[in-house]
């Protein structure tokens, strides 16, 4: 049963009194204030993105119930794995989500270019909350010990809005139906006892010029589907023009960021122009090129050196041109701005799609509920224990993109001792080769992984560290690093791996199977790097085993590093078993299989 009156105005300024002053009851029959076109046209797919509309009524749809009531939100890798997991017996789980889809994010670049298509990548939140869903050992778990089956199992609720604003003091969630066919003002608001924060990340554009005017993203479908639309444009428009220059400025294409998603959507476009567009657009293909920009000097730098020297060669001997050590300063229009770091030379890069995939960053909604709390330091997301619980809160937990594991150990803490230790002269200054010593040494590397990360600042920015000059870095300039690179510092990567960890086990602590703390285990890493080759650095006989055996066998936790078709091979083998349902995986499947035999349709629409 679901209270859906009466009508619910959220007060300008939240303060501590009782529930009668704090919000004031509106007639349902009061014509509710009409929204602007432009607050109407943000995308139905991004959360994080929706406004909050201080001028609407709010209806109160909270649950009427007597299980402890925990609010989802987002609908990504964390949420659905929180969701398959948790008890429903004891909580009232409700999901909101503009986004009633699960999306499989890592085949974002193949989907861009049509070796799978977007209907194979996605799966209905309201299909994967049914009890068929859950996992087997789950489902096990749930009749022997919680005397659950299919008969008597409780879904939770879905509702397709976006949450435009968190209350933490009044424990409750707003949320706006921003569906095509909503009402000016159609929004509620939900009490919750557990909030879980799960509503992913945005890319962070590092407040460069340009990036949001003319950068394309690779984070949702629709964003696949702007690239693609981009991309066969440019084709296209090239083919109506004589001059051969004017071609190759056309079908130039430029990826800023060599991560894992920048260096696949560049294979992964290298592969569709030599197989596919070649043969339909033979002179425009002959012309085309795709440059990949990295800031550091190898390319998927947080894998093995050896994966990213093949990676660097692979990409080398294709189409693709690799830009190491380039930084892009502006994006312009049909262009991009890049500066050389060692010799600090600016030239122009003709690009007619420029894809920016630069590291994430947390959302507004996110960013305006750290404002909130004073015990959240941290810029790259929100800051939670190993019980994944939100520091300054009780009741809010965050998992996924937007969460950010504390480790216990800021450097800022020892400035003096860090910044006497490394100056070894006693000059009082540090110049670039102490500080890499500092940071590349024990016993700084055992008590702070993290220094890994500033000695790769340190190797490459060391100019802009040492703002007067002078060559050295003294004690303000020192302590201005370790703020900088601290408060941006995530210890784990902002992967599908982790999100789908974090929310598996925050529903398995929840439901009293485990009090530990939460702990990611690495599986490995992949990529695809163009010409039927991919790069892995995988465990392969720890992925065989069940989660609790691979925790007591170490010795199996070693990384094998597998490079070429081989390591396609396990890349596809492993993503299509990470398909979260069995139809996932037959259209995955299905999808490979077309396109070795037809090629990929290269239809725009």
Known sequence: MTRQSPMITPPRAFGNGNAATRYSTIPRQQPPPVRSQQQRAFSSLKMVDAPFLDECTYVDRTPDTKKEKVVVLGSGWASVKFLQNIDTSRYDVTIVSPRNFFLFTPFLPSCVVG?????????????????????????????????????????????????????????????????????????????????????????NTFNTPGVKEHALFLKELNDASALRDRMLDAFESAALQDDPAEKTKLCTFVVVGAGPTGVEFAAELDDHIREDLAALYPAEAKAAKVVLISSTDDLLSSYDKKISDVTKLVLEQSR????????????????????????????????????????????????????????????????????????????????????????GNAMIDDLGGLFKKADKDGNGTLDKKELLSLFGKEPVLTK?????????????????IDVDGSGAVDLDEF?????????????????AQVAGQQGSFLAARWNGESSKGFKYFHKGSMAYIGQEKAVAQVSMLKNLLPEIAQERLPLLGEDIILTGRLAEFVWKLLYLDMQISNRNKLQVGFDWTKAIIFGRDTSRF
Request: proline share 4%.
């Open 448 to 464: 702070y992984p993290q220094a890994a990360v500033f000695q790769l600042k340190v190797e490459e920015d060391f100019d802009e």
């Open 115 to 203: 070796t799978v298509e977007a209907r194979a990548i996605v799966e209905p939140i309201r299909k994967l909350k049914q009890y068929e869903q859950r996992p087997i050992l789950r489902r096990l778990n749930d009749k022997y010990f919680s005397n659950v089956d299919k008969d008597n199992f409780q879904e939770a609720t879905f509702l397709e809005a976006a949450c435009t604003k968190i209350d933490r003091e009044n424990n409750c969630v707003y949320c706006q139906d921003i569906s095509s066919v909503s009402g000016p003002c159609d929004a509620f608001r939900l009490e919750y006892d557990k909030l879980v924060v799960a509503v992913g990340a945005i890319t």
């Open 320 to 407: 693709v041109e690799v830009r190491s050590g380039v930084r892009v300063v502006e994006v312009q229009k049909g262009a991009v701005v890049c500066r050389n770091k060692k010799t600090k030379e600016e030239y122009v890069e003709a690009s007619s799609l420029t894809l920016w995939s630069t590291g994430v960053k947390p959302g507004k909604l996110v960013e305006d509920l750290l404002a909130t709390i004073p015990e959240q330091t941290k810029s790259a997301g929100m800051l939670v224990d190993t019980s994944l619980l939100a520091y300054g809160t009780d009741n809010i937990y965050a998992a996924g993109d937007c969460a950010v594991l504390y480790t």
């Open 479 to 495: 302590k201005a690093l370790l703020l900088n690179v601290d408060s941006t510092l995530r210890n784990l990567p902002p992967t």
